[in-house]
């Protein structure tokens, strides 16, 4: 039965997609005599619900199953783990692909490695997270790993109470579906091995905008006045830009919406935070007075600053301070000539470790030779622990790094993870220390920078998944917030413009 393979593969991985009881082959294939699937939406949808289609089109859900970084990534995944990851990416990139039993994992002779079909789908499972798949969702087993049910025996479920009657499917109120945990399905993931890749639902779960009743739909499926179908009534409907960080990687003639999702999503980007700055005396670790500039950033989002597939996104304070000749005299932030961040991690940049003062907000994800070694739930338990305390040390790499942990690339090779991100609600201060700079008067430029993939882990794509070498080039660098000024370090003091010291 199409029922028990897809439960099978999900159960693989012990979480993925379902298909609810009403999902049996027979009711898959026939409904009062007609033939169900998954419904196209350009094809199908689009006939009543064309707005909803014409937003749904230029997101990330209808991107999901052509995203080059995703086909490279289950290429990598598959060959690297000799197809133990399974139905890991695909079962929320393609959730009708694997319902459908088009996304086997096989052993190819000739190669000699595991693959998986990813881009020879059919024309519904290239749709990624289609109409239907959102709208067939009839439970959350729980919120994370698309461990969801899909029932698709004709009847469309969303936030509508009365729906008005129509021949083209039936229709059903979902109390579910007003919730976040129907967005949870996916949007957290625990890897095979235990590493947390993504806790956006937990992190919201903490949020105060979970206590005060605000839902992920809230801002990133706002409200809006209309007609759900061209014969139905005014009604509060929804928008389905679904718009978050991520935009298309293809050439811009390949997907739809390449500008205006880019202009949505640097509009979210500008309103997730808050910048800012004052001068300040700190004390070094030798407890002598320096002179700092201390950065606050403030995360204005409903969960962690940066979210979703953290080891992948990169945000990061930019300084550059210049000299009243113009002549650069401190730096942060700032790249390689491979446009990598100079972090302490030897393959992220050819000039790891040059950048002592970095502000970096992000996912270390980091394999444990011990914690692969242990098996009580205790003794684990305290290891990740001692990990998490670790963290900075496993980060800046060099000497101070223990031996037994190394931070890897991809999700599918960690156990867990080292977190740097903003909690929801939070505020973070980062100190510049100035004290090498001279009495003088200066020009600074600050700014908070975000990329949703790191030159370097795309480059490591191109050498193992096959990755088209172009797509790096097509990241876009948004600036979320910057500040520029003017101050003076005199023999006493230094001052910002409208500060006293």
């Not at 209309?226 to 960080?245: I, N």
Request: charged share 20%.
């Amino acid at each position: 039965m199409r029922e028990s393979l897809f439960c099978l593969l999900a159960l693989l991985l012990s979480a993925g997609c379902q298909v609810g009881e009403a999902g049996n082959t027979e009711v898959l294939q026939n409904r009062n005599g007609k033939l169900v699937s998954f419904s196209h939406p350009q094809t199908e949808c689009s006939q009543c619900h064309a707005q909803h289609v014409e937003e749904w089109e230029i997101s990330n859900h209808a991107y999901a199953a052509k995203d080059p970084v995703f086909h490279a990534m289950v290429k990598a995944g598959q060959a690297q783990t000799e197809g133990k990851i399974g139905q890991f990416c695909v079962q929320c990139h393609s959730p009708v692909g694997l319902a459908t039993e088009q996304t086997p994992v096989f052993f190819d002779e000739d190669l000699g490695v595991f693959q998986q079909e990813t881009e020879d789908l059919d024309a519904v499972a290239q749709q990624g997270v289609s109409c239907d798949v959102c709208h067939s969702i009839t439970d959350v087993i729980e919120p994370q790993n698309a461990r969801m049910v899909l029932t698709p025996d004709g009847t469309k479920r969303g936030t509508i109470v009365d729906p008005v009657p129509t021949e083209a499917h039936q229709s059903s109120y979902s109390q579910l579906h007003t919730t976040s945990e129907v967005c949870g399905s996916c949007h957290a993931v625990t890897t095979p091995r235990g590493a947390l890749a993504e806790e956006t639902f937990s992190e919201w779960a903490s949020s105060d905008a979970a206590k005060q009743g605000k839902t992920c739909q809230s801002c990133h499926m706002p409200e809006y006045i209309g007609q759900a179908a061209p014969d139905a009534p005014e009604r509060t409907l929804h928008r389905h830009t679904f718009v978050g960080v991520d935009v298309s990687l293809l050439p811009p003639d390949e997907f739809p919406g390449y500008e205006s999702m880019r202009e949505l999503v640097r509009a979210m980007l500008e309103s997730s935070a808050k910048l800012d700055m004052r001068m300040v005396a700190s004390q070094n670790f030798e407890q002598r007075q320096e002179r700092a500039l201390e950065v606050t950033i403030s995360n204005l989002t409903g969960h962690a600053l940066p979210t979703g597939a953290t080891a992948e996104r990169q945000l990061w304070l930019e300084i550059i301070i210049k000299n009243s000749a113009g002549d650069i005299v401190f730096e942060s932030g700032t790249l390689d000539a491979h446009g990598d961040i100079r972090d302490g991690i030897a393959s992220h940049s050819s000039r790891p470790g040059t950048d002592p003062q970095l502000a970096y907000y992000g996912q270390y994800l980091i394999e444990d030779q011990i914690l692969k070694s242990l098996t009580d739930p205790q003794e684990i338990e305290e290891r990740k622990k001692a990990l998490d305390q670790a963290c900075d040390a496993i980060v800046q790499g060099g000497t101070n790094a223990p031996a037994e942990v190394k931070v890897v690339t991809f999700p599918w090779q960690a156990n867990w993870q080292c977190n740097r991100m903003i909690a929801p609600d939070a505020s973070s201060k980062h100190l510049f220390s100035l004290q090498e700079l001279p009495a003088a008067k200066y020009s600074a430029s600050l700014r908070l920078l975000f990329r949703t993939f790191p030159p370097y882990f795309l480059r490591e794509l191109e050498e193992v998944g096959a990755l088209d070498a172009a797509v790096k080039d097509r990241v876009p660098l948004v600036t979320v917030a910057q500040k520029e000024w003017a101050f003076q370090i005199g023999g006493d003091g230094f001052v910002l413009p409208g500060q006293t010291h």
